[in-house]
């Protein structure tokens, strides 16, 4: 019997040709399209930015080749800037894609952070490159909304009531160790050993910094409560204006607004933008941010993003609708969200744009033996009413049916796929950026699989 022959292979072969890193991928691969996209954008103001009187200096990383790299790693699952580092060493289509450089994770936090700004333009970029690719049309947008932690610790906020008592303790105990250093510093140098009488005790130092903490978070909550009063005062103010005019009495209110927090009301001491927000999966509470998308149904791409701490949708569907108008330049012809963006606010706005609502107004399973009244409507009939009639036309179900498997897909392949469940930058503006982020490098992910 004969031994049988094997491929021959050398780990010591050199390449008789200079190879290209192109060949490696096969075509029609992500990083093939995501380094063709980021070619085609406008970064003339990101280049601008390195600019100096002198042009002194090392020189940077190429703002395109940073951007490629980025983008791939978030639209793959790579969002850590050392494990994006890493890949450009260890990972073929990075090392494509940063053209043989290998960044650090510091200039990745530095490039990030220098361009944090820019993410939201760059996210239009990608919208506006997927309407010339016919991949959004705007005929039918779909809105939803989503909890992503945040890079803070339910733990480390407290509520109001602690914070006072909190605040009164730690001055007795300053004031009792200031008593005690004073006591120390008229002794004996022996008396109070290494401590020289001129730097703070460790306890104080502690004690003062905790307590400046507690007194700015403090401060922020009264603020905030104050703002919330003189809002509800002035509605109130316009309620009754309108009331008058209508020849109706006043509405009578029991209390004044409170300008004070109340007792439970929280705040974080790392991220003091988040809030404590009921997670939908779990059905836990977390410190979060409230994140929704408008998502097209042609290809389902996301043409609109924004992120904030209201753990509430009701307040989210006409700043999305108007972040829509703000990226694309056009009013999507219809738009659909769920139940919680049901509100009279919403519909008689919406009802102003040239853009048809679809909004659920109640439990989505609507029975389809159940029929449409017929006749008009009563002249008293609120927005709610009117909408709740639209949904129960035919027409109206067979819209509002489409809802789910526009949208919601979208979170799936961002939690799910990508594995992005926690934000990693602090501040809403921050988290804002790199949700904007995320959505481009999903679009080009969705993209590329169409194209």
Request: net charge positive; aromatic share 8%.
């Amino acid at each position: 019997m004969s031994d049988r022959k094997f491929i021959s292979y050398s780990q010591d072969q050199d390449f008789l040709l200079p190879p290209s890193l192109r060949d490696w991928l096969p075509e029609g691969h992500l990083a093939h399209f995501v380094s063709d996209s980021v070619d085609s954008f406008d970064l003339s103001e990101w280049e601008a930015s390195y600019a100096s009187k002198t042009g002194a200096g090392a020189p940077p990383f190429p703002p395109q080749m940073m951007l490629k790299v980025m983008l791939y790693g978030y639209a793959v699952g790579v969002f850590s800037s050392r494990k994006l580092a890493t890949r450009c060493v260890e990972d073929v289509a990075f090392r494509y894609l940063a053209g043989q450089l290998r960044p650090d994770f510091r200039s990745i936090l530095k490039f990030r952070k220098r361009h944090l700004k820019r993410f939201q333009s760059l996210f239009v970029q990608v919208v506006e490159l997927a309407r010339e690719s016919g991949m959004v049309k705007l005929g039918r947008v779909a809105i939803d909304g989503s909890k992503f932690k945040a890079n803070a610790s339910k733990h480390k906020a407290m509520s109001y009531s602690h914070m006072c008592a909190q605040e009164k303790k730690l001055q007795e105990e300053i004031a009792a160790i200031l008593e005690q250093v004073e006591a120390v510093d008229a002794a004996e140098d022996e008396e109070f050993g290494d401590y020289d009488g001129y730097s703070l005790p460790d306890a104080l130092a502690h004690r003062q910094k905790r307590l400046a903490t507690i007194q700015a978070a403090k401060a922020r909550l009264e603020e905030r409560a104050r703002e919330r009063a003189r809002q509800e005062s002035e509605r109130r103010e316009e309620e009754a204006a309108e009331r008058e005019s209508k020849g109706e009495k006043p509405r009578k209110y029991r209390k004044d607004p409170d300008p004070m927090p109340k007792a439970k009301e929280q705040e974080n001491f790392t991220d003091p933008d988040s809030r404590i927000m009921k997670d939908g999966a779990s059905k836990g509470f977390i410190q979060a941010y409230n994140a929704q998308i408008a998502v097209d149904d042609t290809a389902q791409i996301v043409v609109a993003t924004t992120l904030n701490n209201q753990a509430s949708d009701s307040r989210q569907l006409l700043p999305v609708i108007e972040a829509v108008y703000k990226n694309t330049g056009t009013h999507p012809e219809a738009v659909l969200a769920d139940a919680g963006y049901k509100s009279e606010e919403n519909f008689e706005t919406l009802a102003t744009l040239p853009t048809d609502g679809y909004i659920a107004c109640g439990r989505e399973a609507y029975d389809p033996r159940e029929q449409c009244p017929r006749g008009p409507l009563p002249r008293n009939a609120t927005h709610v009413d009117r909408m709740e009639r639209k949904l129960k036309t035919k027409k109206g179900r067979k819209t509002y049916k489409k809802r789910k498997h526009i949208v919601e897909p979208v979170f799936g392949w961002i939690k799910q796929v990508l594995g992005f469940r926690q934000l990693s930058l602090r501040g809403e503006e921050n988290a804002q950026a790199e949700f904007e982020f995320i959505c481009a490098a999903l679009n080009l992910r969705r993209m590329a699989t169409i194209t």
